[in-house]
């Protein structure tokens, strides 16, 4: 199922473009294969005098928080919206909170599950002498960031011009949220929904059935217009999702037909369904065949004997 993904030329770093009448748009200077461009820190409320929120302030770099304190200059701050604890996300949330004393919203603390992912990548890297592999892009996560205002599914952010709606989208990571903007009809969809690229779902932290079910979610929802952390906006949404969940389903469903042969560990299962895709993608390939396998079982269709070891066979119930 082809995707039809969406692409930008580059923005200027740090310079702020009005996106919509009520949105602007920082970019922060950290492209990579995980980020794109970079991230886009949003900032919501008009473009010059009274209050604004921001959303994802992004990585701790010092060019990209004195771009957003200047953008925001003579401005009052009165939110940090936190999408989730992903080191491209939040950790900037610390400067601009101690230089505008703004509050920071967010679902929870990095995921225990995220960290000990972590550890085990570092341990398992030392004692083979390599550097530790950052599968999921991620490194060990924003361990600092503690919000001080707890926000859940459904709930309102009322500030002085803007009204947000909650969405809890737990799928990339658990604590990952979705913000729609009452007075543009617009989603702020973090890493949950991208136009440039799929979402990485770092299993088991990264739950793919969540993920799923929080797609099946939006295309329901009235919002007319994504705007992603990465990259550009996604107009006309539906049926975008629609094709990024039909995606997920066709790699299960190849899975469940490789399985049907005969019982396999995960490397066998990718070199079948990926082996027209070049050797070097198959280690990020296995961890998105390892997300589903993990997807299934909670479903009861496979089984494995220890779904945690990787060399482990895989077998349809
Ligand atoms: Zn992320």
């Known amino acids: ?28 200077e950290n492209p990579s294969i995980f980020t794109y461009h ?37 401005q009052k701050v009165s939110h940090l919206l936190i999408t989730h604890t992903h080191p491209d996300h939040s950790p900037a949330a610390a400067a601009i909170k101690e230089a505008t004393g703004a509050s920071t919203f967010g679902f929870g603390s990095h995921p225990e599950l995220s960290i000990k ?14 550097e530790p592999e950052p599968e999921d892009g991620e490194g060990a996560g924003d361990q600092d960031f ?33 913000f729609s903007l009452n007075e543009e009809t617009t989603l702020f969809s973090g890493d949950h929904v991208m136009g440039w690229s799929t979402t990485v779902i770092p299993a088991p932290d ?6 799923l079910k929080n797609m099946r979610r939006l295309t329901s929802r009235a919002e007319n217009i994504y705007r992603p ?26 899975i469940l037909n490789e399985l049907a042969k ?29 997300a589903h396998l993990l997807a299934l079982k909670e479903e009861g269709r496979v089984t494995a004997e220890n779904s945690e070891d990787f060399e482990s ?3 349809l119930i």
């Open 1 to 28: 199922m082809a995707i039809n993904h969406l692409f930008e030329e580059k923005p200027p770093y740090g310079v702020t473009e009005q996106v919509s009448p009520l949105v602007r748009r920082v970019l922060a």
């Open 38 to 74: 970079g991230t886009g820190t949003f900032i919501i409320g008009p473009p010059e005098g009274g209050t604004v929120a921001i959303i994802d302030p992004g990585p701790k770099e010092d060019s990209h928080i004195e771009a957003l304190l200047k953008a925001v200059d003579g």
């Open 117 to 130: 992912a972590y550890e085990a990548r570092v341990a398992k890297a030392i004692e083979e002498g390599k």
């Open 146 to 178: 503690v919000p001080d205002v707890l926000v859940f599914d459904g709930e309102e952010i009322v500030g002085d011009g803007f009204t947000f709606e909650v969405l809890h989208t737990p799928g990339h990571i658990s604590n990952h949220l979705c």
């Open 206 to 211: 990264g739950n793919l059935n969540d993920y």
């Open 229 to 254: 952390t990465h990259g550009p906006p996604i107009e006309n949404p539906v049926p975008y999702v629609e094709a990024l969940i039909a995606h997920r389903e066709n790699r299960s469903q190849q």
């Open 262 to 290: 005969k019982p396999a560990p995960i490397m066998s299962i990718v070199k079948e369904i990926y082996k027209d895709v070049n050797k070097e993608l198959h280690k990020p390939a296995a961890a998105s065949v390892y």
């Open 313 to 315: 066979p895989w077998q």
